[in-house]
Structure formats: structure tokens, C-alpha cells
T-cell receptor
Framework: DVKVTQSSRYLVKRTGEKVFLECVQDMDHENMFWYRQDPGLGLRLIYFSYDVKMKEKGDIPEGYSVSREKKERFSLILESASTNQTSMYLC??????????FGQGTRLTVV | GENVEQHPSTLSVQEGDSAVIKCTYSDSASNYFPWYKQELGKGPQLIIDIRSNVGEKKDQRIAVTLNKTAKHFSLHITETQPEDSAVYFCAASDTGNQFYFGTGTSLTVIP
């Protein structure tokens, strides 16, 4: 069974904190993605990575950065958390041109 | 870039009736169209997908149709059951490195 595991289900952080969201996949997928999910807006791509140390900006990269030092791990970093980054964050991975497998999501609240 | 529109945003049906969700896309280069189901508190999970060289695909009570000329694709669920209640997302992908998602349809099946 393919597994995409996100390190936390729920997180509460303070404004201005640096926040790390971790994602690990066990299927040797080349591609990994970070999405943000908000009601009425669907899934919006923040960043994706198609190889180790490679990254591409998605639709809403402002205020975020990513790191992929190993193939199985893709980290999302909020450099200085703000209240408008309160959201559900979803990590996914895939082979090229095949289905994406999602983690269970991290609900982040910034207070 | 690709733009995927999804309708309706909410849908209520009686148990046993059919449900249809429609999506349109803008980029003729898109060639892979997955549909995801997201249950409460979980990440999205693939339920069916279709590639651009196929017009229709069926898996038990679920079917997807694709009209490349009109750039639209639809999800059909027949004989709906309460466990079909969830949020459904369509997506489009060209090279496979990025997925573009619709805004989601919240389906409620009324027993």
C-alpha cells in the first residue's frame, strides 16, 4: 500500500514563528507536491518537486519555501507564519503522468 | 496555465438516484484527468481516471466521460449510497508534473 505520511494532523503556531511541515512517501515517486486547501477554493499548488533538490513554484508560493534533500521527503516551510496561512495543507506524491497519492493533511492554525 | 472549472459546488441526491459532476479545462495539452474523493478528515483519494485517448471509462457504479473537442469531462455515479457522500475533485494534467484541480463538489446522498 502506498503511503504518504504527514508529520502532524493538527498544529497551532503563533504569528511570526517559523513552521515546518514534513511529508514522507514510501513509493520512490519522483514527484512530490504541497497543496493548500481552503473552502470554495479547492486545492491550490504551493510548490512541487520533480527530483531531489529540484523545486518549482506553484500558484501561491509567496510566504512559503520547500526543501527536498532526499527523494522520499518533502518539507514545506512557512518562514514567518501569518494568520492568513491558517489552512489545511496536503502533501502528495506521484510518478510522472500517473495518479497522485495524498497524505491525510495537516490542519494549521496560526494565532 | 491550465484552468479547471467544476460544477456544481454542492449537490444533494436521494439514495439510489444518479449524480453527475462536470468539469471543463482550458489547455488542450492536458491528457490525464483523475477524479478524487475526499471524506471528512482525510486526504483525497483517487476513484477513477481517464486519459485523452479514451472517451469513457467505467468502474462499477462510477463512470467518467471525456469530450476532448469541447474540453470537458464528467463524473457519473449511479445508484448512489450514503457512503458516496463526500467532496469530489476533478483534475487535469499535461506532462504529469502538475495537477490542476477544480474547486470541488460537496455531494450529499439523502437516505
Amino acid at each position: 500500500d502506498v503511503k504518504v505520511t504527514q508529520s502532524s494532523r493538527y498544529l497551532v503556531k503563533r504569528t511570526g514563528e517559523k513552521v515546518f511541515l514534513e511529508c514522507v512517501q514510501d513509493m520512490d515517486h519522483e514527484n512530490m507536491f504541497w497543496y493548500r486547501q481552503d473552502p470554495g477554493l479547492g486545492l491550490r499548488l504551493i510548490y512541487f518537486s520533480y527530483d531531489v533538490k529540484m523545486k518549482e513554484k506553484g500558484d501561491i508560493p509567496e510566504g512559503y519555501s520547500v526543501s527536498r534533500e532526499k527523494k522520499e521527503r518533502f518539507s514545506l516551510i512557512l518562514e514567518s507564519a501569518s494568520t492568513n496561512q491558517t489552512s489545511m495543507y496536503l502533501c502528495a506524491s506521484s510518478f510522472l503522468n500517473t495518479e497522485a497519492f495524498f497524505g491525510q493533511g495537516t490542519r494549521l492554525t496560526v494565532v | 496555465g491550465e484552468n479547471v472549472e467544476q460544477h456544481p459546488s454542492t449537490l444533494s441526491v436521494q439514495e439510489g438516484d444518479s449524480a453527475v459532476i462536470k468539469c471543463t479545462y482550458s489547455d488542450s495539452a492536458s491528457n490525464y484527468f483523475p477524479w478524487y474523493k475526499q471524506e471528512l478528515g482525510k486526504g483525497p483519494q483517487l476513484i477513477i481516471d481517464i486519459r485523452s485517448n479514451v472517451g469513457e471509462k467505467k468502474d462499477q457504479r462510477i463512470a467518467v466521460t471525456l469530450n476532448k473537442t469541447a474540453k470537458h469531462f464528467s463524473l457519473h455515479i449511479t445508484e448512489t449510497q450514503p457512503e458516496d457522500s463526500a467532496v469530489y475533485f476533478c483534475a487535469a494534467s499535461d506532462t504529469g508534473n502538475q495537477f490542476y484541480f477544480g474547486t470541488g463538489t460537496s455531494l450529499t446522498v439523502i437516505p
